[in-house]
C-alpha cells in the first residue's frame, strides 16, 4: 500500500486488481475514468440514502434486475472486455 490517505489529497494512484478493473470497466461501459466517476456516483447516492461505511452491503436493498444484464443470471463482471 502507498502512502497514508490524506484529506486533501488531489491525485492518486492505486494498483487495480483484475475484478476491481471489470467492475470500473463495466461501470463505465470500457472506460475506467468514466467508470471511477459512475462509481463516486453510486456512493453518494446510497451516502444520500442513508448507507454509511460499516453498513452490511444488504441495507441498500439492491435487487439482481437492476443491472440491466441481457441474462440476469450472468454477472456483469464475466461479460466486460478489456481492449488490448
Not at 488531489?10 to 461501470?27: E, G, H, K
Not at 453498513?55 to 478489456?82: D, F, Q, Y
Request: glycine content about 8%.
Amino acid at each position: 500500500m502507498g502512502r497514508p490517505s490524506n484529506p486533501k489529497t488531489r491525485y492518486f494512484q492505486r494498483t487495480l486488481s483484475d475484478p476491481q478493473r471489470m467492475i470500473l470497466l463495466a461501470a463505465g461501459k470500457g472506460n475506467l475514468c468514466r467508470g471511477f466517476e459512475n462509481v463516486l456516483d453510486v456512493y453518494q447516492e446510497a451516502h444520500n440514502q442513508g448507507f454509511r461505511p460499516g453498513m452490511e452491503l444488504s441495507s441498500l436493498n439492491i435487487g439482481h434486475a437492476t443491472t440491466n444484464s441481457p441474462n440476469p443470471s450472468e454477472p456483469v463482471r464475466e461479460t466486460v472486455r478489456e481492449n488490448t
